[in-house]
């Protein structure tokens, strides 16, 4: 194992991108706290969109810093590869088979234990914007978070991790964990069982996300694609608000 600057950036990315949520709604509610609001911290959770993307925008942006230090490009992650196209559509076709019930039980069934229904846990995340930042994160939400998130954990730190580590496994337990936890600051709220919902709705889904991408990386265009595609639907629920 290295001990050179570069080695310790897999780990510090791990949290990194939970830090930048709540340090760019800390700077929103202190925006609103300047301009008088009574109630500052809640006013900026209404705002976390815009917190993601401006976080998205740190990470797109340390990615290609980091990717060029070691003589790789970031915007190659998403290329596809032509000569397994037809092999890896077929696997997509099972993953998207079997990631339903993965990523909506988890969180249908805790929202129902903490909050006794699944609206209220809902009410607190989805919430009221101005219609013309509810129509901006329709294109500027999803389209950040595809290109960060799965590239942040799955692409650089889980690989980098499992080579440093010599636990391959334990890398992907780590990066499922994190981009799991990153939820709870989305938005960050002193609600315990707001907290307790975000990390563990999107853990399984996460877990399975790490050993698709453990077994076939080359699979990632294609999931940064669905994944956009499933954010561009959390974000059209902000034009209901």
Known sequence: ????????????????????????????ALGFLLAGSAAAWNASA????FTVTAANLVCIALLVRLYHREGKHYWDLFR??????????????GILIISGPIAFLPNFLAANWLF???????????RPLPAWAAYASLVIFP?????????????????????????????????????SAQHIALPL?????????????????????????RWRPRLLPYLVIIHGLMDLGTAAMLLSR
């Open 46 to 49: 209404n705002w976390w969109p």
């Open 1 to 28: 194992m290295t001990n050179s600057p570069a080695s310790h950036w897999p780990w510090l990315m791990l949290p990194l991108r939970t830090v930048l949520f709540a340090a760019f709604q800390a700077l929103f």
């Open 116 to 126: 006794g229904d699944q609206q209220t846990a809902l009410d607190l995340f989805i």
């Open 80 to 93: 596809f590869q032509r000569e397994t196209v037809k092999s890896d559509l077929l696997a997509l076709l």
């Open 189 to 213: 709220l002193p609600d315990l069982r707001f907290i307790l919902w975000r990390l563990v709705m999107f853990f399984p889904f996460a877990l399975m996300l790490g050993i698709v991408l």
């Open 143 to 179: 389209v950040t978070i595809a290109l960060a998130e799965l590239p942040t954990y799955f692409a650089y730190v889980m690989p980098r991790l499992a080579e440093r580590s010599g636990r391959p496994w334990l890398a992907v337990l780590l990066a499922a964990f994190f981009l």
